[in-house]
């Protein structure tokens, strides 16, 4: 899938301990022994902001990256498709239970 790497990581938080954490907490999924970027080998450091490249949905999404495609704002990546979006909306997620 296609996906937009957006500017949102320094400017929000969460309860999490990290952006990486926060999308360890809700994918149910184990990080990745690679970047999911289609031809990374790196590993995946960072929790990034993203968002779906096509279609009407504008929602933040926090998926791993590693730090080299993070820094890479307002940029189109090809990620796997076995990767989850985990929403960065804490208001549903970490933010929902208070
Ligand atoms: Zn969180
Ligand atoms: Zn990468």
Known sequence: MK?????GTSDNNCKCT?????W???SKQGLPNYCPEATCTAKPEVG???Q???GS???WYI???CKAHNAQKNTTLTISDSISLVSANVSSTC???K
């Open 52 to 54: 779906k490249e096509s």
């Open 18 to 22: 990290s952006w990486l954490d926060h």
């Open 48 to 50: 990034a902001h993203v």
């Open 3 to 7: 996906i937009k790497n957006i500017n």
């Open 95 to 97: 933010g929902a239970s």
């Open 63 to 65: 998926v791993p990256l």
């Open 24 to 26: 360890k907490n809700y």
């Open 57 to 59: 949905d504008s929602s």
